[in-house]
């Protein structure tokens, strides 16, 4: 069955780096675009940013753009977040979703990961 596994979440100082990965199976990787959410608590899921399958072309959220880099390594099943210059109010679950099309938008995706907690302090 189709699985997506987030990892690399944690505690982070502001201004600090995260690297999220996302391990993907039960499916044919390459066939399917990615996206990156994320879920404040009390705040509705907002979509971060995504790639398409063949990793040609990306889009970010404009509150993330020039801090988050988004790849993937298709031989690997993978998909990552590159987090850098992290501020608190990036504080928020992080999802991984895979979809036939590489939008910001929730309802394109049909399989979720079941997140990874990330957290910016001091």
């Known amino acids: 069955q189709v699985q997506l596994v987030e990892s690399g979440g944690g505690l982070v100082q502001p201004g600090g780096s995260l690297r999220l990965s996302c391990a993907a199976s039960g499916f044919t990787f390459d066939d399917y675009a990615i996206g990156w959410f994320r879920q404040a608590p009390g705040k509705e899921r907002e979509g971060v940013s995504c790639?398409?399958?063949?990793?040609?072309?990306?889009a970010y959220a404009d509150s993330v753009k020039g801090r988050f880099t988004i790849s993937r390594d298709n031989a690997k099943s993978m998909a990552y977040l590159q987090m850098n210059s992290l501020k608190p109010e990036d504080t928020a679950v992080y999802y991984c979703?895979?979809?036939?099309?590489?939008?910001?938008?929730?309802?394109?995706?049909?399989?979720w990961g079941q997140g990874t907690q990330v957290t910016v302090s001091s």
């Open positions: 979703a895979t979809g036939r099309i590489a939008t910001l938008q929730s309802l394109s995706y049909n399989y």
């Open positions: 790639i398409t399958r063949r990793a040609t072309s990306t």
